[in-house]
């Protein structure tokens, strides 16, 4: 029972370098979703997803970009990093949209930026 | 611009009593309501959610929220907490298509 599975959970950067998080789900969901969360700012959408191929962005967007080549997979992606990214990062996915269904979230990856 | 408002950032609350975590938004029309619990180290899973119907939801764990349309409320109960309990807890609010997730309340349960 994988659900929705993370990589890498923690990670160092220093300002102007780039990563990857990756996102896996198992439940052959349509809609997946990547999140920020900071203190006192609950959960903020970054960007998502309603199907292979498609992407499109959320609340806060600026300075990540994402893709879905595969429906299992979703990737966010930062070019080239700074400190106000500095968060916890939480990707999730559900078969309805999330206005109506369930959103399974995986573990979180924390982001440090120096 | 629809918001939603978790009145208390931490409850803290002594084993066995009971505990309301409460959660107001603001619109005018028709909404579907949530509330997701974060347990430490973990990522967030539902608890309940409003869609249409009754307006008492009964979730996981013997949480239960009401839906209050005239006061724009959805506060979420339990008699009884547990140690276990212990968790951060978001409101979220369904308004134009996109969930719109509250500041969270740190639900503190003390022996």
């Known amino acids: 029972n994988a659900g929705v599975t993370q990589t890498p959970k923690f990670r160092v950067l220093k300002t102007g370098q780039s990563m990857t998080l990756l996102c896996a789900q198992d439940m052959n969901h349509e809609y997946m979703y990547w999140y920020r969360q900071d203190p006192g700012m609950g959960l903020r959408l970054i960007h998502y997803?309603?199907?292979?191929?498609?992407?499109a962005k959320g609340e806060v967007p600026d300075g990540y970009n994402v893709s879905r080549l595969k429906k299992q997979n979703f990737l966010l992606g930062l070019e080239s990093a700074a400190p106000s990214q500095t968060s916890v990062y939480f990707c999730?996915?559900?078969?309805?949209?999330?206005?109506?269904?369930?959103?399974?979230f995986g573990e979180g990856s924390r982001l440090t930026v120096l | 611009a629809q918001s939603v408002t978790q009145l208390d950032s931490q409850v803290p609350v002594f084993e066995e009593a009971p505990v309301e975590l409460r959660c107001n938004y603001s619109?005018?029309?028709?909404?579907?309501l949530f509330w997701y619990v974060q347990y430490p180290n973990q990522g967030l899973q539902l608890l309940l959610k409003?869609?249409?119907?009754?307006?008492l939801v009964k979730g996981i764990n013997g949480f239960e929220a009401e839906f209050n349309k005239s006061q724009t409320s959805f506060h979420l109960r339990k008699p009884s907490v547990h140690i276990s309990d212990t968790a951060e807890y978001f409101c979220?609010?369904?308004?134009?298509?996109?969930?719109?997730f509250g500041q969270g309340t740190t639900l503190q349960v003390k022996p």
């Open positions: 999730a996915s559900s078969f309805l949209a999330e206005n109506t269904g369930e959103l399974f």
């Open positions: 979220a609010v369904s308004l134009t298509g996109k969930l719109i």
């Open positions: 409003y869609l249409s119907g009754s307006t």
């Open positions: 619109s005018s029309v028709s909404v579907y």
């Open positions: 997803s309603v199907g292979e191929g498609t992407t």
